[in-house]
C-alpha cells in the first residue's frame, strides 16, 4: 500500500511540475505576468535549455553572474521578447532573433515601472510607431536592438565595475541611471 501511495505521490508531484506556468530563472517570479518577458534558448554545459526572464536586464545578469562561477554556457541560440504592443491582446506575439541575428524591433528604455519587469525597464515594439506612442507618454529613449544591447551592457559594467571587452574600459558613463530625455532613435530599421 505504502509503495502504491508512493507511486500516486510521485505522479502527482510530476503532473503538477509539468503544468505549473514558467518562472523566471533569475528571480523566481511569475514569468507570464511580466510585460517584457524574455525567453532564450541556449547552450548550458553543453545541452540546449530554454530559460525565462522577466527582463533584459534579469537575462543580462543571470548570463554574466553564470559565466564568473566558472558555468560553461554557450551562444544564445535563439531569443523571443514579447511585443509590448501587443501585450494582453488576443494574440500576443514576440520579437525574435538567434545567435547571428538582433531581433527587428525598436525597444523604448524608460523610467516608467512596467508590469512584472525589473529596472532598467525595456519594452519592446515590433511597430516603431507605437514604440514612440509609449515615449510619449512614458519618456524614454528609443533604440534598435545594437544600440540597446549596447546601452545594456554599460548599464551593466557601471553598476558592477566590469570592463567593456570592445573598449578596454568601464563605461560607468552611459549607463540610464536616470533617463530625462525623450529622444529616440535616429538610425534606420535593420
Known amino acids: 500500500m505504502k509503495y502504491i501511495a508512493s507511486l500516486l505521490l510521485a505522479l502527482l508531484i510530476y503532473c503538477t511540475a ?25 547552450d548550458v554545459d553543453g545541452h540546449p535549455a530554454t530559460l525565462h526572464f522577466n527582463s533584459l536586464y534579469y537575462m543580462f545578469r543571470y548570463i554574466n553572474e553564470q559565466q564568473a562561477s566558472g558555468r560553461q554556457l554557450g ?7 514579447l511585443d509590448y504592443g501587443s501585450r494582453g491582446g488576443s494574440s500576443e506575439h514576440y520579437l525574435n532573433g538567434t545567435g547571428d541575428t538582433r531581433p527587428d524591433g525598436w525597444f523604448l528604455w524608460t523610467n516608467h515601472m512596467l508590469p512584472g519587469s525589473a529596472y532598467p525597464y525595456i519594452a519592446a515594439f515590433e511597430d516603431q510607431h507605437k514604440a514612440q ?10 533604440m534598435d536592438a545594437e544600440e540597446m544591447v549596447t546601452q545594456l551592457f554599460a548599464f551593466y559594467a557601471g553598476r558592477h565595475g566590469m570592463v567593456d571587452e570592445h573598449s578596454g574600459q568601464a563605461d560607468a558613463g552611459k549607463s540610464h541611471d536616470s533617463h530625462s530625455s525623450a529622444g529616440s532613435h535616429s538610425g534606420g530599421h535593420h
Open 75 to 81: 551562444r544564445v541560440q535563439s531569443f523571443s521578447m
Open 18 to 42: 509539468a503544468h505549473a506556468a514558467p518562472v523566471c530563472d533569475y528571480s523566481g517570479e511569475d514569468w507570464e505576468a511580466s510585460s517584457t518577458r524574455v525567453s532564450v534558448v541556449l
Open 133 to 142: 506612442e509609449r515615449m510619449k507618454e512614458w519618456g524614454g529613449e528609443i
